[in-house]
């Protein structure tokens, strides 16, 4: 039987989903769009400019978030960019209160 996550990871994790990050935000990440799942924590996802790129889960979010496809996650490519694989950013946050997400000054896409 699979273990439960603790209490306390859980709560974290809503207190980190729940509200946006502050405005502005680096450079280096950006919002994306899940369009499929490639494998147990890899996405494919699509940026506002309209590129794909295969993005990791953190390992923060692996069995504990549910990712569904069409979501909004927000990516940071600034690990990824040394690396010679096709891995392109990892997921740091997951957008789950859409509605707050919408009213800040970076979400200008889609």
Same mark, same amino acid.
């Given at each position: 039987?699979?273990?439960?996550?603790?209490? &306390?990871?859980?709560?974290?994790?809503?207190?980190?989903?729940?509200? =946006?990050? !502050? *405005? =502005?935000? =680096?450079?280096?990440?950006? %919002?994306? &769009?899940?369009?499929? *799942?490639?494998?147990?924590?890899?996405?494919?996802?699509?940026?506002?400019?309209?590129?794909?790129?295969?993005?990791?889960?953190?390992? %923060?979010?692996?069995?504990? *978030?549910?990712? &569904?496809?069409?979501?909004?996650?927000?990516?940071?490519?600034?690990?990824?960019?040394?690396? !010679?694989?096709? %891995?392109?950013?990892?997921?740091?946050?997951?957008? +789950?209160? !859409?509605?707050?997400? +919408?009213?800040?000054?970076?979400?200008?896409?889609?």
């Amino acid at each position: 039987m699979p273990r439960k996550a603790p209490k &306390r990871i859980l709560s974290t994790l809503d207190s980190l989903t729940s509200l =946006p990050p !502050e *405005a =502005p935000i =680096p450079s280096s990440q950006t %919002i994306g &769009r899940i369009s499929q *799942a490639q494998g147990k924590n890899l996405f494919t996802c699509v940026l506002p400019s309209g590129d794909t790129i295969l993005a990791e889960l953190a390992p %923060i979010f692996r069995g504990k *978030a549910w990712l &569904r496809r069409g979501g909004y996650v927000l990516i940071d490519t600034a690990a990824f960019e040394v690396r !010679e694989n096709k %891995i392109g950013g990892q997921i740091v946050n997951v957008v +789950r209160n !859409e509605k707050d997400w +919408r009213k800040m000054d970076y979400w200008y896409i889609y």
